[in-house]
């Protein structure tokens, strides 16, 4: 199992727009990634709803999962995603 521990960077949270470019984001990594608040139950990432469920405000600290090939990359490109606040996922760490 691969982790990441991230401060939510967008000032608004993961509500809308930033949740929409999360979303996208994971959908485009290609592997399967959970999403929890520290104190919270794992959710699909590349699920809109779930996302915005979590209720993720800016500054909380979430954790990025997945146990697939390929998800130290992809988890590193998603954090640096999620705490910069970002308008697209990067093409490099």
């Keep these: 199992m691969v982790e990441r521990r ?3 960077g967008w000032a608004e949270g993961l ?3 930033p949740a929409s470019i999360f979303v996208r984001a994971t959908t485009a990594s290609g592997v399967p990634v959970t999403i929890a608040k520290a104190d919270g139950k794992p959710v699909n990432a590349a699920s809109m709803l779930a996302v915005l469920g979590l209720g ?17 990359a992809a988890l590193d490109r998603l954090a640096k995603l999620v705490a910069e606040g970002l308008d697209e996922l990067p093409e490099t760490v």
């Design 6 to 8: 991230v401060t939510v």
């Design 15 to 17: 509500h809308a727009r």
């Design 56 to 72: 993720a405000q800016g500054g909380e600290e979430v954790l990025l999962a997945s146990e697939a090939d390929g998800s130290e």
